[in-house]
Nanobody
C-alpha cells in the first residue's frame, strides 16, 4: 500500500500558477501509475491528469495546454504544474496511485489516495 501526501495548494488569482507535489512512500513507486484528481464543492471527483511509470501522460480536455504532470521515480514524487488557472479549477486536489504499468484514467482504478490539498482560484 502506498502512502501519499499532497502539498502546494493555496490561493491564487485567475491567470496565475501553482505547483502541486505528492510525496509517496510505502511501496515501490516505479511500479505505480499516478494520477491527480479534483473535487469541487457539490461536484463529483474528476480526473485531472495521470502518468505511467515511464512518464507517459494523460490530461482531461479542460486542462490540456495549461497543466503538466511529471514524476521523479528517484525521489518518489509526482507533480502537477498548473498554469493559466481559472476560477473553475477551484477544488480539492488529490494524488492517487494505481499499481499498474498501464495508464488508468478513472478514479475507481486507483487504490491509494492522499488526503488532498485545496486550490482556490479567484476571479
Amino acid at each position: 500500500q502506498m502512502q501519499l501526501v499532497e502539498s502546494g495548494g493555496g490561493f491564487v488569482e485567475a491567470g496565475g500558477s501553482l505547483r502541486l507535489s505528492c510525496a509517496a512512500s510505502g511501496s515501490t513507486f516505479s511500479r505505480y501509475a499516478m494520477g491527480w484528481f479534483r473535487q469541487a464543492p457539490g461536484k463529483e471527483r474528476e480526473t485531472v491528469a495521470a502518468i505511467t511509470w515511464a512518464g507517459n501522460p494523460y490530461y482531461v480536455d479542460s486542462v490540456k495546454g495549461r497543466f503538466t504532470i511529471s514524476r521523479d521515480n528517484a525521489k518518489n514524487t509526482v507533480s502537477l504544474q498548473m498554469n493559466s488557472l481559472k476560477p473553475e479549477d477551484t477544488a480539492v486536489y488529490y494524488c492517487a496511485a494505481a499499481r499498474t504499468f498501464l495508464l488508468p484514467r478513472l478514479a475507481h482504478e486507483y487504490n491509494d489516495w492522499g488526503k488532498g490539498t485545496l486550490v482556490t482560484v479567484s476571479s
